[in-house]
């Protein structure tokens, strides 16, 4: 089925999955399980120092001052933030060999939409199976309960190489920035509705929940509930997009032996990218900026955790605190895409980037030295405009040096491939970083570098190769 460009009802289905699918980034990468993660691998450390005591009478805020927490995986001792790090890269290694591969026999078979489907499912049901997580490790499973972090972190970053395939077929080239921009404000506030409304329902004050103990008292929803939310609503909502999105707009006749004409397909597509000079120096300075980017984002909230010094009530760290950064952070990133869109229609997109990495750069020096909420609220804010603009503008940026093709699919393989093995870089880095530095904090200053590499080489893209395209794509 051919898609007619900018068709309303397609635009308006596709946004609907960044809408559907961004629950995924906040509450699971960023918000509640992070602190969930941190809470219950600390609980667990103080337990195996302290068998006698019950697990209920354990309290986090009980660790010494610059007390590393240490988890057993596999025989080894590890700090929990290095793990979480390394499970992440290990997902996002799987899903850069995996993505290129799978993208050739779909936009051979011209069924794309079946695999977004899958990896969509996958993810929202590794979500769900989180609930689970605290009685898994309570068991001594931690490998096993790490698993359902690993496949949804496969099922999201996998569902999005067929979902930002769709955009060059669905928007005019003209309108790829603001379509772009518009998925990601979508996808920032839809998830911040989620968030609010799970921070409703597991606090205290929230009166739909009693606690049988004291009567007249209520307790919150169990956070792991929250998990089973998050796929609940990545599933239900994404049937807007299935309901619009064609398979493809493929118009090959499919033969046997798809498997190896998938593969021929990525080699053919892979022949004509390496002649494409413009797209071959975006997609390094890419591979370089975007590490740093997503290894912030991961990571931000075990340094917020660690290295901020939060209030104190009735003996307990006060996390709520980290909780109005990271919706600060989520407000402003639905900002930042709309602006930044603004700002590339004026200058042009690679300067507009590159005044990106400038405030990414300072993000990371400031990080070195702040401590207490109110400078960690300032930071979170600029975190917030960069981070949409930036994202927002990667992809459409990336669209546009795109030749004219039916190979979409596997054309984004190699920017989600680019993307994924920068992850695993930057995870990988920022785990080493903190064991050898003995603190997390050279961990994010350090990930400047890529900041760095990634702002020198984008000046290095040519000016030319613009003769098929229509605008100031600069």
Known sequence: MAIQRGDKKIIRGWVMYDWANSVYNLVISSAIFPIFYDTVTTKQYLSEKNPAKPWDELDPSQLGKGEEVLVDFMGMHIPNSALMSFVLSASFLVVSFSSPFLSGIADYRGNKKRFLQFFCYLGALSCISLYFFTDLMRDGLLEIAMLSLFFASIG???SLVFYNSYLPEIAPKKDLDKISARGFTMGYLGSMILLIICLLLITPAFSFFDDPNTP??????????????????????????????????????????YIWKGFKELRNVFSEFRKTKRLKRYLTSFFFFNTGVQTVMLMATFFAKKEINWPVKDGKVDDSGLIIAILLIQLLGAAGAFIMSRLSGRIGNIKTLGISLVIWLGVCSAAFVIETPTEFYLLAGTVGIVMGGVQALARSTYSKYLPETEDNASYFSFYDATEKIGIVTGTLFFGLMEIGFDSIRYSVVSVAFFFIVGLFLLFRIPKNELANLEGNYD
């Open 156 to 158: 999201f970053w996998n």
């Open 216 to 257: 007249d008292k209520t307790e919150g929803m169990p956070v792991a509930y929250c998990f089973i939310l998050v796929g609940l609503w990545w599933i239900g909502f994404s049937q807007f997009t299935y309901r619009v999105l064609p398979n493809t707009t493929s118009s090959r006749i499919k033969e046997k032996g």
